[in-house]
């Protein structure tokens, strides 16, 4: 039974570009959450998606967007890149009975920017 | 919200347990503990989580207060792959929106 995988494990992007980060979650998990770790902070959460609706959102600006599929897989779309956006970016999944069910992450886009 | 205060960091000899402390003073009746660890460049794993009574799994205990202000995480026997950081989370948000704090960097030594 896979878990929660991430692709691309690596990404170089320069100030000004467009990025997509895709996150597949554990089998029969139907939520999908990201978060944001940069470099010796806890991971930020930056949204959560459910039934493929944008369910509630961190202090993140609208540069910040994402996607849910029908097979529950989801994407992170990140808008005119800027250096501060360098950071480890985690997704996470869930199912159930929120409050009583662990979120499992993923390894995580170690995103780069230039 | 409720918060978390956690040690920055502590060490412990392989072998022995770790006990590590967290507090959660406003904390509130429905809202969840949960204790995830993090190794260099993974993600979070998932260790354990309680809501009032003392919970035990494979990996580790967490004893919880009477009152649920604070709550300990024991890893019984500590290897050198324990060595993490360990965040000590109260879940306010019945949807899991996870607020992460800095945690404890746990450092195990031969």
């Known amino acids: 039974d896979a878990g929660v995988t991430q692709s691309p494990t690596h990404l170089i992007k320069t100030r000004g570009q467009q990025v997509t980060l895709r996150c597949s979650p554990k089998s029969g998990h139907d939520t999908v959450s990201w978060y944001q770790q940069a470099l010796g902070q806890g991971p930020q959460f930056i949204f959560q998606?459910?039934?493929?609706?944008?369910?509630q959102r961190g202090n993140f600006p609208d540069r910040f967007s994402g996607h849910q599929y029908p097979n529950y897989s989801s994407e992170l779309n990140v808008n005119a890149l800027l250096l501060g956006d360098s950071a480890l970016y985690l997704c996470?999944?869930?199912?159930?009975?929120?409050?009583?069910?662990?979120?499992?992450f993923g390894d995580g886009t170690r995103l780069s920017i230039l | 919200d409720a918060k978390t205060t956690q040690p920055p960091s502590m060490d412990c000899a392989e072998g022995r347990a770790a006990n590590l402390p967290c507090n959660h003073s406003?904390?509130?009746?429905?809202?969840?503990v949960y204790w995830y660890r993090q190794i260099h460049s993974q993600g979070p794993q998932y260790i354990i989580h309680?809501?009032?009574n003392n919970e035990t799994n494979e990996m580790a205990s967490l004893i919880i207060t009477e009152d649920r202000k604070s709550s300990t995480l024991i890893l019984p026997h500590a290897t050198l792959r324990d060595t993490a950081v360990y965040y000590c989370i109260v879940l306010t948000d019945s949807w899991g929106k996870f607020q992460f704090g800095a945690g404890t960097q746990v450092v195990v030594t031969p």
């Open positions: 998606y459910y039934e493929e609706e944008e369910r």
């Open positions: 309680g809501l009032k």
């Open positions: 996470a999944s869930s199912f159930g009975d929120y409050s009583n069910q662990p979120q499992h």
């Open positions: 406003t904390i509130s009746g429905n809202e969840y």
